[in-house]
């Protein structure tokens, strides 16, 4: 069983900084090839996908709309998802989730793929 759980969400100006981590369970990190992800929930939006990246650190991948913006990385000693996130827009306000999937499934930017899921952070970005 996959426990994540999510933390480091806040309340910001346009232009700040804030890092999310997405504590998972030790079984997580077994092998190196979990597909994990974040994706984030706008009101009144779908779910959509923010970034993704394997268990074992490799291929990270953001989404062009946050591009040059967000970081997404792994420290695997920690079992902790990291997503550094600069220059924020108000358009980036939601509830950001971590996600993953089950060993040995390619990444995959649809939600429904992913088997486990955190609770959730808020993250507001005011003008």
């Known amino acids: 069983q996959v426990q994540l759980v999510e933390s480091g969400g806040g309340s910001v100006q346009a232009g700040g900084a804030l890092r999310l981590s997405c504590v998972a369970s030790?079984?997580?990190?077994?092998?190196?090839?979990?597909?994990m992800a974040w994706f984030r929930e706008a009101s009144g939006k779908e779910r959509e996908v923010v970034a993704t990246?394997?268990?074992?650190?490799?291929?990270?991948v953001v989404v062009d709309s946050v591009k040059g913006r967000f970081t997404v990385s792994q420290d695997k000693d920690k079992s902790t998802m990291y997503l550094q996130m600069n220059s924020l827009k108000p358009d980036d306000t939601g509830l950001y989730y971590c996600?993953?999937?089950?060993?040995?499934?390619?990444?995959?930017?649809?939600?429904?793929?992913?088997?486990?899921w955190g609770q959730g952070t808020q993250v507001t970005v005011s003008t």
């Open positions: 030790p079984n997580t990190y077994k092998y190196n090839t979990r597909c």
């Open positions: 996600a993953a999937r089950e060993f040995g499934s390619t990444c995959s930017r649809k939600s429904r793929d992913y088997t486990y």
């Open positions: 990246i394997y268990s074992g650190g490799d291929a990270p």
